[in-house]
């Protein structure tokens, strides 16, 4: 006969297996990650002045789709490179 402790730990061994077996499966799912995703840019701060940010954001209200204003900055530096 089988003693109740050696029982125990056989049925725990087989929990355990269990849990690994689906640990597994989930980590060769793909894992999701947190936050942006990746672009290929650099991130750069730039401090304007109020009289600079209130021309910006005139020009991008003159837009039919209304940029944000990092976009605004995009086109407005694009545009002022290419000339």
Known sequence: MVSPLVLDFAIEISHIQKIMSI??????????????????????MVRLPPFMVR??????????????????IRRLLKEALST
């Open 55 to 72: 021309e910006i954001d005139n020009w991008r209200r003159q837009q039919q789709d209304l940029p944000t204003r990092p976009e605004a």
């Open 23 to 44: 640990a597994d499966i989930t980590n060769t799912q793909k894992k999701k990650t947190v936050g942006r995703p990746r672009v290929h840019s650099t991130a750069t």
